[in-house]
T-cell receptor
Framework: GIQVEQSPPDLILQEGANSTLRCNFS?????LQWFHQNPWGQLINLFY???GTKQNGRLSATTVATERYSLLYISSSQTTDSGVYFC????????????FGAGTRLTVKP | SAVISQKPSRDICQRGTSLTIQCQVD?????MFWYRQQPGQSLTLIAT?????????ESGFVIDKFPISRPNLTFSTLTVSNMSPEDSSIYLC???????????FGEGSRLTVL
């Protein structure tokens, strides 16, 4: 099956710093999404981004499908950004074979 | 985005028993999914539940262990049968937004098996 690798596995930042999280995948995909799991376990969908660039406030994401990677940018980080960020991909356009990466655990210190 | 409610939010269960998790969505959705997240791990898809048909299970998951019901377009249940400590996990219900393809998750059900 498709392999999803996320880096770095862990990241510690001071509040206000910027960061880039990476997601590499082993095969072409038609569906790629980024999620944030907060410390209480709730998963929030950040971006649906099989290709191109999107921005939402301090967060933006870019997927270069031809090179099989996606990047999540977090600017001016806040303590509430702490948690685990997951990348998930699917070869199909729908969600019934989504594969999640191992995640990047982000800790933002005040 | 859809509002997804799961019950129970957490439970402590005895080995050998079974527990049914309920998932209620505030709008009709075609695709519902059940995921497992073992402690400190990522998410693994258990099965896809479509209304009116049997669930489709991923490799490593079987219907006898994880029976699923999908009686209508807003509700599904997952049963974890004959539990062992290895079944201690967070079980998450998710749905696919019809128009956008985005995946949304319930709050999860945290099961501890003693």
């Amino acid at each position: 099956g498709i392999q999803v690798e996320q880096s770095p596995p862990d990241l510690i930042l001071q509040e206000g710093a910027n960061s880039t999280l990476r997601c590499n995948f082993s095969d072409s995909v038609n569906n790629l999404q980024w999620f944030h799991q907060n410390p209480w376990g709730q998963l929030i969908n950040l971006f649906y981004i099989p290709s191109g660039t999107k921005q939402n406030g301090r967060l933006s994401a870019t997927t270069v499908a031809t090179e099989r990677y996606s990047l999540l940018y977090i600017s001016s980080s806040q303590t509430t950004d702490s948690g685990v960020y997951f990348c998930a991909v699917s070869r199909r356009g729908n969600n019934n074979d989504m594969r999640f990466g191992a995640g990047t655990r982000l800790t933002v210190k005040p | 985005s859809a509002v997804i409610s799961q019950k129970p939010s957490r439970d402590i269960c005895q080995r050998g028993t079974s527990l049914t998790i309920q998932c209620q969505v505030d709008s009709q959705v075609t695709m519902m999914f059940w995921y497992r997240q073992q402690p400190g791990q990522s998410l693994t898809l258990i099965a896809t539940a479509n209304q009116g048909s049997e669930a489709t299970y991923e490799s490593g998951f079987v219907i006898d262990k994880f029976p699923i019901s999908r009686p209508n377009l807003t509700f599904s249940t997952l049963t974890v049968s004959n539990m062992s400590p290895e079944d201690s996990s967070i079980y998450l219900c998710s749905v696919e937004a019809t128009n956008t393809g985005e995946l949304f998750f319930g709050e999860g059900s945290r099961l501890t098996v003693l």
